[in-house]
């Protein structure tokens, strides 16, 4: 289960990268966020804690780009 959050939570990473480009802010609503949400449900039902933390990671900088883009850009 925690490898399975680990794979989510790197594809939501890469779609981080990907938001960080001006412009492309709009593919942390479609991309990021879902990947990284099911990434952490994910890890919290398993016993090891890496996929949970960096499901958290991703999506704090998601929200945080999100933030200073005005939720759209």
Not at 5 to 26: E, H, Q, T
Not at 46 to 58: D, E, H, K
């Amino acid at each position: 289960m925690n490898l399975i959050s680990i794979v989510f939570g790197v594809l939501a990473a890469l779609g981080l990268v990907v938001g960080f480009l001006p412009l492309l802010g709009w593919t942390n609503w479609f991309i990021t966020l879902p990947l990284g949400i099911v990434g952490l449900i994910l890890g919290v039902m398993s016993r090891q804690r890496g996929g949970t933390t960096l499901n958290v990671v991703v999506l704090a900088l998601a929200a945080l780009r999100l933030f200073l883009g005005g939720g759209l850009l």
